[in-house]
Nanobody, 123 residues
Framework: QVQLVESGGGLVQAGGSLRLSCAAS????????MGWFRQAPGKEREFVAA????????FYADSVKGRFTISRDNAKNTVYLQMNSLKPEDTAAYYC????????????????WGQGIQVTVSS
């Protein structure tokens, strides 16, 4: 049974930082392209960042480029999202997701999802 479990969310002031973690189990982590998505109330789920096992394929949404960094520890089956210079518009539930095959920013293409974790940025 595949499980993706996010942690590290919370409340932070604008300009602050948070690091999200996603621990994966039940899958061959090195075979999976891992991504982070977010969804704010009343909005569609949107792509944030994703990378491959080797980090050779790494993608970011324009809205977070230069502020967020995705990384992974393959020995721990964990993917991270370091979020710096947070803005109130970054407030959302953040989801970890995994897929095999071709890298993509499209949420519907991902096979497995975590339960989500809330990030709230106050102004």
């Amino acid at each position: 049974q595949v499980q993706l479990v996010e942690s590290g969310g919370g409340l932070v002031q604008a300009g602050g930082s948070l690091r999200l973690s996603c621990a994966a189990s039940g899958l061959t982590f090195s075979s999976y392209f891992m991504g982070w998505f977010r969804q704010a109330p009343g909005k569609e789920r949107e792509f944030v960042a994703a990378n491959s096992w080797s980090d050779k394929s790494t993608f970011y949404a324009d809205s977070v480029k230069g502020r967020f960094t995705i990384s992974r520890d393959n020995a721990k089956n964990t993917v991270y999202l370091q979020m710096n210079s947070l803005k109130p518009e970054d407030t959302a539930a953040y989801y970890c997701a995994g897929k095999r095959g071709i890298p993509t920013r499209i949420a519907a293409a991902y096979d497995y999802w975590g339960q989500g974790i809330q990030v709230t940025v106050s102004s």
